[in-house]
């Protein structure tokens, strides 16, 4: 149980680290193109989202 707790805490910061990089993004929207090139949304968002919907925390971040 503790395991799982904090790999949920591990994401739910580095989703928020995305976020603050997304607030600085440029008038170029550079950091946004580089997140879109790597398939941030795809490959790890989504099924963020839809493997761990029940985690109110970490779903509401990732939402964000």
Not at 5 to 22: A, Q
Not at 38 to 57: F, G, M, N, V, Y
Request: zero cysteines; a negative charge; charged letters at 40%.
């Amino acid at each position: 149980r503790e395991a799982v707790v904090d790999e949920t805490f591990r994401v739910s910061e580095t989703i928020k680290d995305l976020i603050r990089y997304l607030r600085r993004d440029d008038e170029n929207h550079e950091i946004r193109r580089h997140l879109g090139e790597a398939k941030i949304l795809q490959s790890d968002l989504l099924p963020i989202l839809r493997d761990h919907w029940e985690k109110t925390e970490l779903f509401d971040v990732v939402l964000r």
